[in-house]
């Protein structure tokens, strides 16, 4: 059994949580910590993409973790995104992460000035020393911030002894790969997340530990199963309900909504968990988006019927 193990498996990545005003929701920021619980997932990857944290204030954040903690009551593994794209604040809700007992923080690079990786690497750095005791979790979403991992800061990166994982959401499954020789070379045990849903089995065979996922939540039962039949080498009827899933997700993303609009609006529809909409510049559902939300949750149904009898 290694210490990492805590960080394998199922991690849905967290959706923000509003009011009817839009406003952070502490009570359903618990509502839905508990639904996960309930669901039998090993964590949750808070104020990550899924989290909106870009649209969110420091102290919005700081809320959203500390009613994650009084909900999970270690009964989840606790991942806290805490990058806010410069130094002070991602290091305060660094400190802050610690001092409500997280198990990980992690961050994306800095996003839209083009940094050289020695900044990029002083960045995660000074972070990572804020939460002295706390795992740091590196998050590569290139085609979102603008910024890849290479393998000379991932190097880096490596010498600091509290980088236990790369959450790697870029789409060449072979990077997961790459992290995970280096990581195991550079450590004794070593964790790689699976980003894109889409290809969690394609992930988990080239060597990711788990996966932390944007869709994860919608259908957590669906994920769980599918890391089932992957653990079990069942090659065939895992791409079968992979491909499921996929149907699924191209569905949510058909909406002219923000796809995460579409997830609440399942969430709501099949398992009466109400976290609001998204916040703008996100788009929130219109009518036709509603339809495509209720196809999708009826999809959802439907795949739990047929692959979890
Ligand atoms: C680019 C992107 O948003 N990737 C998502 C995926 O889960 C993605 O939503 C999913 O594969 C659907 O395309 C995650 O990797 C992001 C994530 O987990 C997070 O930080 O919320």
Known sequence: MSKLDKYRGIIPAFYACYDEEGNVSGERVQALTQHFIDKGVKGVYVNGSSGECIYQSVEERKLIIENV????????????????NNTKDSVELAKHSESVGVDAIASIPPIYFRLPEYSISAYWNAI???????DFVIYNIPQLAG???????????????????????????????????????????????NGPDEQFVAGRA????????????????????????????????????????????????????????VAKEILRTND????????????????ADVVIAHEAAEMVKAAKERYLA
């Open 69 to 84: 903690m009084a909900a999970a009551k270690g009964k989840l593994t606790v991942i806290n995104h805490v990058a806010c």
């Open 128 to 134: 990572s020393n804020a939460a002295p005791n706390t």
């Open 147 to 193: 910024t890849a991992l290479t393998m000379s800061l991932f190097a880096e990166m490596m010498k600091n002894p509290r980088v236990i994982a790369v959450k790697n959401s870029s789409m060449p499954t072979q990077d997961i790969q790459m992290f995970k020789s280096a990581g195991l070379a550079a450590k004794d045990d070593f964790v790689v997340f």
């Open 206 to 261: 080239i060597g990711a530990d788990g996966g932390i996922g944007g869709t994860y939540g919608v259908m957590p039962e669906l994920f769980l199963k599918l890391n089932e039949l992957v653990e079990a080498g069942e090659k065939g009827k895992a791409c079968e309900l992979q491909y499921a899933i996929n149907e699924i997700i191209y569905k949510m993303c058909s909406s002219r909504a923000n796809m995460y609009a």
């Open 272 to 287: 009466n968990v109400n976290i609001g909409g998204v916040r703008e510049p996100l788009e929130n559902l219109q009518e």
